[in-house]
C-alpha cells in the first residue's frame, strides 16, 4: 500500500491531516477511514496537507468532498495545503480550487483558520 496518513490535533476543534503517497481507488479507503475518525473525536475544523501526495484520482476528490461535507454539518472547514503543480491543476480544472481554501504551507493555513 502506497499511502501513509498521519493525524495531529493542533488545537480544541482543530487538526491536520498529513498524507503522504497515492491517493486513488486502491488508497482512498484508508484516507476516508483516517478522517472520518479525526472528525468523530471533534476535529471539525481540518487542514489536509498533500505536499507528501504525489498522485490523486477522482476518488480521492471525493474523499476530501465527503469529508468537507461531514465538517459542514458541525459549522466547520477543511483547508487544504498544496504547491504541487499536478495536483493544484486537478483542483483548479474541477473547480474544487472554488470549494477548498488551498495554501502554500502550513503556517499559512494555520494563520487563515485563526484569522477567521
Known amino acids: 500500500m502506497d499511502i501513509k496518513v498521519d493525524k495531529r490535533k493542533v488545537e480544541e476543534g482543530l487538526g491536520i491531516v498529513d498524507i503522504l503517497g497515492e491517493i486513488d481507488v486502491y488508497t482512498s479507503s484508508w ?9 468523530k473525536e471533534g476535529n471539525y475544523n481540518i487542514i489536509i ?3 507528501g ?5 477522482s476518488t480521492g476528490l471525493g ?3 465527503g ?3 461531514r ?3 458541525h459549522e466547520g472547514s477543511i483547508s487544504l495545503i498544496c ?3 499536478q495536483i493544484k ?3 483548479n480544472i474541477t473547480g474544487l480550487s472554488k470549494i477548498f481554501a488551498i495554501y502554500k504551507s502550513e503556517e499559512e493555513a494555520l494563520a487563515a483558520h485563526k484569522e477567521g
Open 31 to 39: 484516507v476516508k477511514e483516517a478522517i472520518a475518525e479525526f472528525i
Open 49 to 51: 496537507n498533500l505536499e
Open 53 to 57: 501526495v504525489r498522485y490523486i484520482d
Open 63 to 65: 474523499v476530501l468532498i
Open 67 to 69: 469529508a468537507l461535507k
Open 71 to 73: 465538517v459542514k454539518e
Open 83 to 85: 504547491t504541487n503543480p
Open 89 to 91: 491543476k486537478i483542483f
